[in-house]
């Protein structure tokens, strides 16, 4: 939906409540129109803002509370593509919490995923594609993510 698409474009800007007011709109939209897949892609959203550290409202047991759901809700519906970030979100954060094995395991997961769906990309593709499974979440590795992309360069080395 529109608001979701909104709640990422907030959570860039740094509009944190903005982006969890979105995610939790979505939320209840989701839930009166019975949409899993909405309601995955709000807790993906809604999870992410709460683990996002310079969001000073940010609520760790929230954010991967949330998180976990969204990824259970993919698997089982296998939307492989959102498998796979919610994977990386997860790898992520547990990385800046400094929960190495736990992050290690996600990116392990993440980019066994991705070598997956190879066949399913074209050829064209493919480099761009792998390349963004390993480092798309990390594009800055200063600030409070540098030890989570030293973790996922660990993890695909």
């Known amino acids: ?14 509009e944190f409540s903005q982006a969890q007011e979105r ?6 939209r989701a839930r009166q129109l019975r949409s899993q897949d909405l309601l995955d892609d709000a807790l993906h959203l809604l999870g992410v803002v709460e683990s996002v550290f310079d969001n000073r409202g ?7 509370s949330a998180l ?3 990824l259970d809700g993919v698997r089982e519906k296998q939307r492989t593509l959102m498998v796979r970030w919610m994977l990386a979100s997860l790898g992520r954060l547990y ?11 996600y990116y ?10 190879k066949d ?8 761009t594609f792998k ?3 390993i480092r798309r979440v990390f594009r800055n590795e200063t600030g409070p993510h540098k030890r989570a992309a030293r973790i996922q360069r660990e993890a695909v080395d």
Do not use: M, Y
């Open 23 to 28: 995610a939790r709109e979505c939320l209840e």
């Open 68 to 70: 976990q759901q969204a």
């Open 95 to 105: 990385g800046d919490l400094g929960k190495e094995g736990v992050a290690r395991h």
């Open 131 to 133: 390349k963004e499974a």
């Open 108 to 117: 392990h997961e993440e980019l066994a995923l991705s070598d997956r769906l």
């Open 1 to 14: 939906t529109l608001d979701l698409e909104l709640g990422w474009h907030s959570l860039r800007q740094k």
């Open 120 to 127: 399913r990309v074209p050829t064209v593709f493919w480099g």
């Open 58 to 64: 940010s609520n760790i047991i929230r954010a991967v």
